[in-house]
């Protein structure tokens, strides 16, 4: 199986530091939607690991969250492409949790899902706590410069740590080698 995980705000989707809060604040990073589809298209499965700590401090309710979804599952089928699994922590920093990254609980949940190991798979984000959710468990680092991108670049990254632009760059990566 060819697995690619991605976060979503950032990456797929523009972020906020005010947090995505409403279907009309979900707006798709150009090329994002193009690239998970041709991505589908060429055989990888795409799954979701998404913190949405603004469910735990009440900025919006889960059926907004699976709107959200829902629309990203059908733009994405508009074009012929399939998003596979998408799990969230919905726990805020301060909660505990084992799924919130950097802490690699939704990894480890996408990893039973599909019943595969997360060593070498490419978890995609744009912040810190992508890249430390990735390295818990022996995934390929992969950071795009969208989003919090570039800020995070500038603090370093680790070592063998991926660059890319966007999503669409790391599709036309995966599909052309």
């Not at 055989?43 to 700590?53: D, L, R």
């Not at 939704?106 to 060593?119: D, F, K, P």
């Not at 390295?135 to 969208?146: E, F, G, I, M, N």
Request: net charge negative; glycine share 10%.
């Amino acid at each position: 199986m060819k697995l690619l995980i991605l976060d979503r705000d950032g990456v797929i989707n523009q972020d906020s530091d005010a947090y995505i809060k409403s279907l009309d604040e979900w707006i798709p990073i150009p090329g994002s939607i193009e690239a998970i589809a041709q991505l589908s298209k060429a055989g990888w499965t795409v799954a979701v690991a998404t913190n949405q700590s603004g469910i735990a401090r009440g900025y919006y309710p889960l059926s907004t969250l699976d709107a959200m979804h829902a629309r990203l599952r059908e733009l994405v089928a508009g074009l012929g492409g399939e998003v596979g699994l998408i799990v969230h922590c919905p726990h805020g920093p301060d909660d505990g949790c084992d799924c919130r990254k950097p802490k690699p609980g939704m990894l480890r949940e996408i990893a039973a899902h599909y019943r595969v190991e997360l060593t070498g798979v490419w978890f995609v984000g744009d912040s810190k706590g992508d890249l430390e959710a990735a390295l818990a468990v022996d995934a390929q680092p992969v950071l795009v410069r969208t989003g919090k991108g570039e800020k995070t670049l500038a603090k370093g990254v680790p070592p063998d740590t991926l660059v890319f632009d966007d999503l669409a760059a790391i599709a036309r990566t995966l599909i052309h080698t």
